[in-house]
């Protein structure tokens, strides 16, 4: 028997302690949970894509009364970018949560499923993506998905079969 250690990597850091370019990503994250739509949750995400090209695409939680059928933040905005942009890789995305009132002090941070499409973009386009969790108190920053899904199912895993 051996043993895997797994270490992950998140730089902590402040709004104002942020690069423009990342402060612009973020900024795009905070607008588009203006758009979400979450009566049942009332939990508004947005997420903000930066595409390879410089373009900025954005999307926002979209829930469903038939609860599974809703999509988050993440998914509408990677989607949403592979559509319009489908031979543009993206470099980072950014994410942040409104919720009673106000953004969210600690870091909004993707789901299982997110983290999954995540994994599959990096795959595509052969290039990791900077992902960017904003709260109020400190933003997190990994350079790549496996920081945050490591042992991920991807297009390795059906090799074998």
């Known amino acids: 028997m051996k043993t895997l250690n797994l270490t992950t990597k998140i730089n902590v850091y402040t709004f104002d302690e942020a690069s423009e370019s990342i402060k612009k990503l973020i900024e795009a994250a905070k607008s588009a949970t203006k758009t979400a739509y ?6 508004c ?3 903000a894509v930066m595409l390879d090209n ?3 695409i ?10 599974p059928s809703g999509l988050c933040a993440e998914r509408v905005a990677i989607f949403s970018a592979n559509a319009q942009y489908p031979n543009k890789g993206m470099d980072a995305i950014a994410i942040a949560a409104f919720n009673k009132g106000d953004f969210t002090n600690v870091p909004c941070c993707p789901c ?3 983290r999954q499409v ?3 973009v ?3 386009y052969n290039k990791k993506v900077k ?3 904003y709260g109020k108190s400190e933003i997190y920053e990994v350079d790549s998905i496996d920081a945050l899904l490591p042992l991920s199912f991807g297009k390795e895993s059906l090799s074998d079969i």
């Open 38 to 43: 979450a009566p049942y949750s009332e939990f």
């Open 45 to 47: 995400v947005g997420a």
């Open 54 to 56: 410089g373009k900025i």
């Open 58 to 67: 954005t999307g926002s939680n979209q829930e469903n009364a038939a609860y």
């Open 112 to 114: 299982g499923s997110c």
């Open 118 to 120: 995540m994994a599959e």
């Open 122 to 124: 990096e795959s595509r």
């Open 131 to 133: 992902i960017i969790m």
